[in-house]
């Protein structure tokens, strides 16, 4: 028969800290702490899997439960010295979730349980407190009611507030003894009335349906929503403790406390805690008493009067500060703990890893390296790369009241308040004034590119995690809440709608892109500040990593940014970026609009020198470094002129008609621009653009080679290749090119040709494709979308669902789909080093930094990662992490 | 040393008909002739292998093939008993190209090679007809300096024309010995003054530049546009063929003529051909002199005064007759035969199979079997069936005038006549009138289907071999062309211009979609009779093959279509044809607009009824047959009104307003919508869609199964799958409804739940689909567009750059892509077998109708193929030829 209680209490117990997955996290640790000797009331936890039987079974408990869990009682009861059910000397229990993951206040609880209309006079006299034993019972009959039959608190309060009216009291302490009694009897009055059924008087019953109910508690409502939010898997489940009951509202030698071994906001290490006296732990968390501090420090600090736990008990804190010390010593981790005192002996009922600040977190894991108490690799486990996010960005004063009027995606992090305008012009023109702006758009397009830069931060109504605007934010470091959907724009009229709320051009707004939110008026922030632990973090990672960490990046502002991040190199230059500033996109049009090869070559000419002085400055940047250059990628059209002004500019220098340029943006538009006539295709039918490009790069890389007396070796990239041919004909082309300029300038010209592979096609014949080119960069934001037929531009809307619905577990577009885009990763990994043994092999999508994707980066063995300037210090913490993790998986 | 000469003639040969790929066509069936005996002037091939290293070495001959030449020069003359450059004896000879496949008059061709001022005369005392040899010196100059240096003819006709005038003579033949003498002077000087070098006299390097020459005109423009048209590869490479001269024009009793073994147009067996006495071979095809007939029933039959061949010179008729059967026996095939009489000797110059029409193809293939000739699988291998499509659609009068005023891509075979409207609505009433429509639209889509029903043809101006016009002219067998770029369209003034034309609403037009032409007013056209001998053909076709043919049908007309064409089931029911019918659309609409679920209920009940009699009519006309259902698949944004009329109605039965209407559109747009909120998606957004056509599919088979007492088992096809769990959750709908009929209806439902696998990651993810899959059918239009990233709606602006550049050899929507599509597919079968062994697998994209997507469709082991109705026998025929392919592969 399958083991499904495990017990544990009394200096001993059957599980351990490492059986999280069966017991979960709370059941783990109270059987370790029980195996440590300390003091824990007795008690067994039934496993994750009964969790799995019951929802497998129609939400039944597996039959051959009973015969265990009243073994694991009776164990309870002779540990406790009483028995369950007993008149005279009755045994309480908890009933209490715990998964593998802390999924805090999500599911359900039943405490007190055992007592019924007998057991309370046992209780009563057992603790010599009639009152306190009527409250108990009363207590656990609304709990019952609400978790096991359903039932609404408030018909029980409302009973309550109607009592306390007719007999005329204010407070609960008002009442007695017997009026608990009575209102126990409405309460049952009411259960039997409006449950349905009668209160069970029979304790193994409570028992049970608790149980069932607690489980059953996994899939309510909240709890579905917290695991979407915190990407826990509903197929883990959870266990169940059940818990000989002790009490912190026994009298005033009784309390009841929380506490965390080390500050949890600053890393501190001093003792941080709170307590109350004769209170129950709720009373704690509750808020309607004031919690008193646990150390003379603590209170000093906060100037009260109310003497600390050192000062009122100091037998129990001297018990309670060594168990601190034991717990972080063998867990080797700040603890986060709960105690309660009964009548002057200290219960230890929880305790777990203690969640922190980042900051805190820095702290806690390079003192404890400092104090020997554990590895620079463990140190490195410690930190959540995403966290360091938070330290990156300037982030709202978390005092300061916040008026949210609608959320959407936390497209990119950070906080930041400014002006609304609805277009990049604007954004310009009132950052150029000295003025901060927010930029609001259905959604944004590379002809954005100069207003995002403009303004503070971005909002967009439409659009994913993955959309334009959320790219190009990230990549800017420029706080973004995109896809809300709430927010009604309309641009004719120059304002929003959200709520109901109307927020017109000029009106400030805040937002707050790690989480998520819009707000009226301006919200304060804190700037980030890069601490010495920050840094030494990063060089402990720096030093146990393999993978290499480049950046995107294309302006000389992202690079240099970049390079002060710690990246190693640009992963993703992309040039077209370079053609969407102000001075160059006349000539860009010019160049499109051109009826024949002769014309575009004359506006290709124009470009040349503004793009050698971009790749110059880039070059002189990351000197030293590698810089790979993607040749243009996206469809012509998209740097057509739109509104009737940028045509009328357009055509006054081109001698166009409007009428002709509309011709041929309608000519050049795409059903499906995505799959269109972009990448390699225009590079094929106009390898005049890449020509020049080519030209550009080498010339570049001439003058800083020269400059700097070393030899740039530039690597060009060319976009969605699906077959080796198509590269072959540029990379002749190329080629060509470089020849000529050696030729002209008398230099030697170091370069690699090698290719994106973003296309399914490409992944399947890396082989063949790998003959001719010289690295690989895997494009997973376009291999994502041909993999999956997903377009991340029109994904928000169904993916949602999917999330909702639980058929994906994660976007795509955020965390890499292995079992997917991930085969055809694999598949090109190991075709490409088979026909081109070394090739450099690198990723360039949005995944590039993403902690998990990072992960299965350095399980596939990829060469580096390349994310957003400001992604840089997660993914070199991530890529640490994975080494680490695939290192001890060997 | 690489042998790379081959003799032939005087009896035996080096090479055999086998060796085309070496020895070209012409170079192999000399070697063959010779073989079995017949006269052939001597002659060597110099290989394709040559041509190969030709262009790899910088357009030069290899230096050691020199040496080759001379010893088989020597060869020719001891057969010929002339000596190539000799005074008194010369050797003459022709330069010819031949390749692996005809191009008939592609390449270049040098005659009388290797007269000079020298050997001129001692041709001339050979012949004893000295003007003869100054005329063939006078030819060979101009011929030389044409391909070999590159001159342009008219410089040569200029001065003969200038000659003639001076001396008062008006046909070449008043010119004697002396004129010939004098313009070759002329042409020698010509040669020297525009060519740039004197006319080479060594007859040694003159046919060394002239074969280097033919070589050159592998690649020269004429011939890269035909290999494109006919996918021939530019790898292939040509042969040359150098053959001892013959002359038909050595007097009356000299003579040169074709002929063909059977009637190349009927099929009819008597031979077919023409001849010219005293003339050269290109005189007959030039057509200046009338040929005659060959046989005297010919001339009878033309009723032609001159007299045949068989009557003009009966031995050399015997002998040629004799050769007919001979080499008809010896190739089991029609031959195509050219041949030359000199002073009273046959000389056989070449025997090819000769091209027939299909009908023809089709007789000759079953006469030959009954005649015991071939077997009845040889007989399946003769017919291409492509060609098949001629028989099945009305085509144009040959005879008839075509004014073509554009031409597109061939996007759907037939021609048609009628007038000109623009739009869907214009095309169903004037249809209504009575009288016939070519609807003529920018693009079409999936609301034009009426319209496209409702007219005889269908021009597009954009969209490629599978845009959505291509597409369903196809499924519909309406011709179609499309693409026509030429084409101008205003839909505000009803017309569009081509070629300066202006074509006007109402104005009568033709296509012809078996050659994308476009034509000015009615061209009269041959209705299709599928004879006796299709039929025969068809049934050991269908005796031999493993795959099953299927169709793509939704309506009635073309169920009863695909079965007559011998359909054995519908492979791809597209159920949101269905939705467009002008009863429902406002339903669908109603629907899409409802803003929520009830609403979408409400509406959903409408369509109901509707779409069950679609399936009670689809069920009925395939009874016993598997009829293949997909779920809706199309964005719903499809849907929608676009024109302000269609918008007002909608609005008049749904009360909202026009804004309301255009909100929802603007809502519902997608950036990529082939890549957006479609196919299963859209089912798990809106489960009661799907839920309404399950039920609709129940409900219509149990009515069909109890009409005919014979259970209907659908296969219901869920769209757009990426992952299993997709799959699962409407499955599990889809089943629930299944249950909800039966107890309704008090039935046994029998049905089957499958999915297409029409993305990377479906195919990549094929076991794991395959464990709730109860079959699969490649969408192999969308897994193309995926795995190549490219959108078939756009494509053809850049895929014709592709394949003029050789990047890729043919549309990889047109003929599935073996390397990239091909490699998902496989992987999928072997996936999809293993994790459920018998698993059905069908393929149901474009490729289903194409032969050598078919081939492939046989070599991975797929159980059917599904295609357009009008298709059904070409797939037939291919599945039979593929698996007699694969069979001799074993």
Known sequence: MTKWVYSFGAGHAEGTAEMKDLLGGKGA?????????????????????????????????????????DAALAQIGAAAGRTFGDETNPLLVSVRSGGRASMPGMMDTVLNLGLNDVTV????????????????????????????????????????????????????????????????????????????????????????RSIAAVFGSWRNARAETYRNLHNIPESWGTAVNVQAMVFGNMGDDSATGVAFTRNPATGERVYYGEYLVNAQGEDVVAGIRTPRQITKKGRAEQGSADPSLEELMPEVYAELAENFDKLERHYKDVQDIEFTVQQGRLWMLQTRGGKRTTKAALKVAVDMVDEGLITKEEALGRIEPESLDQLLHPTLDPAAERTIIATGLPASPGAASGEVVFNSEDAERVASDGRKVILVRIETSPEDIHGM?????????????????????????????????????????????????????GDIITIDGTRGQVMLGKV?????????????????????????????????????????????????????????????ITSVQEMIL???????????????????QDFVELFEIMRGLPVTIRLLDPPLHEFLPHSDDEIDKLCKVTGLTPGDVRDRARDLAETNPMLGHRGCRLGISHPEIYEMQARAIFEAADHVSKEFKKTVEAEIMIPLVADKSELDYLKDRIVAVAALVESERGCKLAFKVGTMIELPRAALNADDIAQSAEFFSFGTNDLTQTTWGISRDDAARFLTDYIKKGIIERDPFVSLDRQGVGQLIKIAVEKGRAAR???????CGEHGGDPASIDFCETVGLDYVSCSPFRVPIARLAAAQAFLTSKNQL
């Not at 004719?492 to 017109?504: L, P």
Request: hydrophobic share 35%.
């Open 29 to 69: 640790n109270l059987a370790e702490m029980s195996n440590l000797d300390l003091q824990v009331p007795p008690g067994f936890t039934v496993t994750t899997e009964v969790c799995t039987a019951f929802y497998a079974n129609d939400r039944k408990l597996p039959a051959a439960l009973g015969i265990q869990v």
């Open 121 to 208: 006079e046992g209780l009563a006299s057992l603790s010599g407190d009639p009152r306190f034993a009527w409250d108990s019972y009363r207590r656990f009959v609304q709990m019952y009611a609400s978790v096991v039959l359903g039932m609404d608190h408030h018909s029980f309060e409302e009973l309550l507030d109607i009592y306390k009216e007719e007999q005329g009291h204010t407070f609960d302490t008002d009442l007695d003894a017997d009026d608990w009694k009575i209102i126990v009897g409405q309460y049952k009055e009411c259960v039997e009335r409006e449950g349905g059924e009668a209160f069970p008087q029979d304790p193994a019953e409570q028992l049970s």
């Open 453 to 505: 830069h403009a303004a503070q931060g971005i909002l967009t109504s439409r659009g994913g995690m993955t959309s334009h605007a959320a790219v190009v934010a990230r990549g800017m470091g420029r706080p973004c809440v995109s896809g809300v959907g709430s927010v009604r724009i309309d641009y004719a009229r120059e304002r929003f709608t959200a709520m109901g709320q109307e927020v017109k051009k």
């Open 524 to 584: 304060p922030t804190i700037q980030p500040e890069l601490s010495g632990d920050f840094s030494r973090l990063m060089e402990w990672a720096d030093d146990v990593r393999r993978l290499k960490v480049r950046a995107n990046a294309e302006t000389p502002l992202d690079a240099r940014t970049a390079r002060d991040f710690g990246a190693e190199g640009i992963g993703l230059c992309r040039t077209e970026h370079m053609f969407f500033d102000a001075e160059r």
């Open 594 to 612: 051109a009826g024949d090869e002769d014309g575009r070559r004359q506006a290709l000419d124009k470009l040349l020198p503004m793009q050698r």
């Open 837 to 843: 043994p070394g090739i450099k092999l690198g990723i």
